[in-house]
């Protein structure tokens, strides 16, 4: 190849990407029009969450429900004309078992209780000993061994929606290192009141995780009554002995996949926009808010798309992630296998906030980025009125994308009353409301549509090698 011809190659792998301008936008608006009326007219969204929910059920990893899911979910998207293929993911195998929780003194009741994603049983017919409870990581240090060795924490913290410093990402390493940090000081098990905002008397589970080198003591959450039922009898002065039975176990890891489908670009088909969900969910409930509303809205974008002719210049590639809740096994194995076309991956997006109302876009772009988005969610004004909202990390599945540059986008939905079910026995179907759910999809496929389609593309945030996935939430 001549010199120059090398240079140009070089330009063209350099800054392969026109960036877009929002005028391009304008053009999309019939469209739109079009997408949006086939999902809230003749949207599948609905039919996909309900069979999700009630036919496949719980979705843990490793679990039959989510190898159920896998399988249905690649059919049906084959059923609706598009590619589909599975991925391999390697993912943990946890299991609940029995699981309960007693007051012993002073007055004996039963405790609503509920194991946290990865911990260790109890030892057969459970463990017996005092609570002492602390509100934070500080307050636990300050009672020092001798105080904590030989009892059960209990981290006792009111999660206030709106508020940075008790919100559920401050609060929430009290569930994810609270046993570890209980344990480094000799306690026995470890106990946190629900990261929830309903009092219906629900355990909320989630993950936790243990450090190599700490003893790895069996942790659970209670219901927020029941966490302070035992706080007001602590501040009376009692001494509360608990008994706690936790009959979970980990298995060997189990082979599991990502769900991968594509309406494959008319003009750039090696460039992407990505869309995003988790497929599978906690074991308690049947994941209709996290995620089973995000896995229905990827899946009718895709299936519209296909069926209204609108083939964009680049790849829609639809990603049903596996494995979001209690490892992120498939956000990184993902990362891995296609490592090689970060830089042609032009956008992702994820929806994993529940099935309510869709309210913004958040977006981690470059210069000028949320200006495109602006005028592409100025498309949706009819189906609801959107945000962007600079920042976020899209979601934690797409979150080591982030390493490549990809710009990153979260559909959000109002969360106003998602942490009264989330992660719990009621995260069921009844929780979304069918024409907001359609909503969703609406704006997700236009988003996805005008993305793929626009001559330029989303101005990309700059590098970060280091960037560290966001765990789950
Ligand atoms: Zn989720």
């Given amino acids: 190849m001549p010199r120059r011809a090398h240079l140009l190659v070089l330009a063209a792998a350099l800054v392969p990407l026109a960036a877009a301008d929002r005028s391009e936008v304008e ?94 049983p109890t030892p057969d017919g459970g463990l017996e000993a005092e609570v002492v409870s602390v509100g934070s990581f500080d307050e636990l240090k300050a009672l020092g061994k001798a105080r904590v060795r030989g009892r059960i924490v209990l981290y006792h913290r009111v999660l206030v929606p709106g508020d940075a410093q008790q919100d559920y990402g401050a609060l929430g390493p009290l569930r994810t290192r609270g046993a570890v940090e209980a344990a480094r000081l000799g306690a026995v098990a470890s106990l946190v009141r629900s990261l929830g905002t309903l009092s219906a008397r629900l355990p909320h589970t989630g993950n936790m995780r243990y450090e190599d080198g700490v003893p790895r003591i069996p942790a659970a959450a209670l219901a927020a009554e029941d966490a302070d039922l035992v706080q007001r009898l602590l501040d009376s002065g009692e001494a509360v002995r608990v008994r706690l039975r936790l009959g979970c176990r980990t298995l060997p890891d189990v082979e599991s996949a990502n769900v991968v489908a594509e309406l494959r670009g008319r003009e750039r088909p090696d460039e992407i926009v990505l869309i995003a969900a988790h497929l599978d969910s906690w074991d308690l409930g049947t994941g209709a808010i996290d995620d089973g509303a995000g896995v229905a809205a990827v899946m009718d974008t895709l299936r519209i798309l296909k069926s209204l002719g609108l083939t964009p210049r680049r790849t829609v590639r639809g990603v049903l992630y596996m494995n979001e809740e209690n490892g992120l096994r498939g956000g990184r194995a993902y990362l891995e296998a296609h490592r090689d076309a970060l830089g042609r991956h032009v956008a992702a997006i994820e929806s994993d906030s529940g099935g309510t109302r869709p309210v913004a876009f958040t977006a981690l772009t470059g210069e000028g980025g949320m200006d495109v988005l602006e005028g592409i ?17 899209g979601g934690a599945d797409i979150s080591p994308l982030r390493a490549g540059g990809v710009p990153l986008l979260g559909l959000r939905q109002d969360t106003t009353h998602y942490l009264d079910w989330h992660h719990t026995a009621a995260d069921t179907l009844d929780k979304v409301d069918p024409g907001d759910l359609a909503r969703n999809t609406a704006a997700l496929a236009v988003m996805a549509y005008a993305l793929a389609e626009m001559p330029g593309t989303l101005p990309r945030p700059a590098p970060e090698e280091s960037a560290a996935p966001r765990p789950a939430r």
């Fill in 377 to 393: 969610v100025s498309l949706l004004a009819a189906v609801a009125p959107l945000a962007v909202e600079p920042g976020g990390h």
């Fill in 27 to 120: 053009g999309y608006r019939a469209a739109a029009a079009r997408i949006a009326g086939a999902a809230l007219v003749d949207g599948r969204s609905r039919e996909i969450l309900q069979h999700l929910s009630d036919r496949i059920g719980p979705r843990l990893s490793g679990s039959p429900g989510a190898e159920a899911a896998v399988r249905w979910t690649r059919e049906r998207l084959i059923r609706d004309g598009l590619d589909a293929r599975l991925e391999a993911v390697t993912v943990p195998r946890w299991v609940r078992g029995e699981e309960s929780a007693e007051i012993l003194s002073p007055a004996p009741q039963r405790l609503a209780v509920t194991a946290l994603g990865s911990s260790e």
